[in-house]
């Protein structure tokens, strides 16, 4: 088990474009988070999945934003019509609910985005 | 909402002494208390989890206090390391089941 990967690790795009991230998630982990954080910030929780089911969505996310666990494994992150403040890192984090420490979230290394 | 403040301005401290990182929190206290460890383009790591009923918590050179009157929660790197430079973020659940929010960090600075 290699931890959480995501892909790709950067993107440039330019404004207006859309952009799609991909999360692989520890395999038994059955919950799966999405967070962007900005420079000097901490991160900002976007939306969770407990496997292939979106719980909660941010209220501050836009309906440009829009995440997808299809099969309780991996997940997709996809922002349509890039603009210049969705540059940030893109962060995604797994748990396993039913062990370990309660919520210990185990991050990737992030996707980081660049709008021009 | 709820709002987790962290000390905006880094941290530097000397080798050795201890570092006391602070994490404040408004409105009704979490079920637990995380703190992560992030350093610059990594992703965060997981350090210790104290929950509400709990006082303290120890791990290694690491201490954490969780005071719910105070709505506050203290971080202890004792015998600090230049290593141990990096930002801290604490993180509140109020379930196990509940999503995890973060506070800004407090980046910390050890110099030898």
């Known amino acids: 088990d290699t931890g959480v990967s995501q892909d790709p690790r950067h993107k440039i795009t330019k404004r207006g474009q859309n952009v799609t991230f991909r999360c692989d998630p520890i395999s038994e982990h059955n919950r799966l988070y999405w967070y962007r954080q900005t420079l000097g910030q901490g991160p900002e929780f976007l939306t969770y999945f407990q496997n292939e089911a979106q719980l909660e969505k941010s209220r501050l996310l836009s309906d440009r934003f829009s995440a997808e666990r299809p099969k309780g494994s991996f997940s997709t992150l996809e922002i349509q019509r890039t603009e210049q403040g969705d540059s940030a890192m893109y962060l995604c984090?797994?748990?396993?609910?039913?062990?370990?420490?309660?919520?210990?979230?185990?991050f990737g290394e992030g996707s980081r985005l660049t709008v021009l | 909402s709820q709002k987790i403040e962290q000390n905006s301005e880094a941290l530097n401290i000397q080798e050795g002494k201890t570092a006391t990182l602070t994490c404040n929190y408004t409105n009704y206290s979490p079920a637990y208390l995380q703190w992560y460890r992030q350093d610059p383009g990594r992703g965060p790591v997981f350090l210790l989890l104290i929950r509400e009923n709990e006082k303290e918590k120890r791990k290694e050179r690491l201490k954490v206090t969780f005071d719910t009157t105070l709505k506050q929660s203290l971080f202890h790197i004792t015998a600090s390391q230049p290593a141990d430079s990096a930002t801290y973020l604490c993180a509140l659940l109020y379930s196990s089941a509940s999503k995890i929010i973060f506070g800004s960090g407090t980046r910390l600075s050890i110099r030898p």
């Open positions: 984090a797994s748990s396993n609910r039913d062990r370990g420490v309660a919520g210990e979230l185990f």
